[in-house]
């Protein structure tokens, strides 16, 4: 277990190059990652087996500025599809929502068939009476409202049908371990805040938890692409990889040419967010690891 702790402790200098909220320090949130591979053995194996999964894992907690206190429950480390990722939970994303200001107040409930729900029009709360201490029956769907800094409120409901598509096309929903299976109710309650943070004032932060919570959950619908040839496929994939990585150079020379700690922190946090699952991101990280050992020098 020495060795997933010598891991954690070399990524603080890109934790901190990537930290987007003052409250997200190093030394609690080491600590928590460090908890979390001591009590999962299988998580700490494949962190060893696939380092650079753990490392966008941890650095993602600095950039989103997500805690991961098992106690507030508000963001993990996983292992799927043979790396560790950052599961983002409803709350986690309900508290980012209101952290970042996008919207003051709001709230993620599933609605049972012995409920008594009503919809009240699309700038007032619905009205939602239930007893929470009897059988409440099976679940027909849900609903997220939040109150916007107008003082509007915004709802979005989903039924029990919907929510069950969308988590039937998911990659996890088939797995052999499925938080689908193991907890419906709060992954359900995810895909309602997802679909309803469509509609709230965009913040970065929310926007990169829920860009990160889509790609661990799988269960944006994807678009429709037109139709190429292979050929066409083929020049159009080799053009936009070349592309990619001139404007990965392009941010390296930028985090080269920084001159203050302020400045290289900002523009490693762009380069980070445009190769964030690329194989580029460790180029863009070990150009701000360089830079920053000679500011300080």
Known sequence: MSGIIEFVNHQVELFNGATSDEKITWSKESQFAIQAFQKNDYLAKVALANPTSAQNAIINVAAIG???NPSAKLAYLVPR???VHLDISYMGLMHLAMATGSVLWGQCKLVHESDTYESNGLSVAPSH???????RGEIVGGYCTVKTASGD??????????????AKGSKSYNARVSPWKSHFDE???KTIVKR????WPKVERLDNAISVSNEID???LEPVFPHYSEEQASREKELLSSNFKTDVEAICEEIKLAQTIEELKEKFSNGFTKTRGTELQQQVQSTYAKRKTELEA
């Open 66 to 68: 997500i805690t991961l």
């Open 81 to 83: 599809d043979g790396g």
């Open 129 to 135: 009476k239930y007893n929470p201490f009897g059988d």
């Open 196 to 199: 309803a943070s469509k509609y």
């Open 187 to 189: 992954m359900a309650r």
């Open 153 to 166: 409120f915004l709802t979005e409901e989903m039924s029990i049908a919907k929510i069950t598509e969308i």
């Open 218 to 220: 799988g269960i944006e």
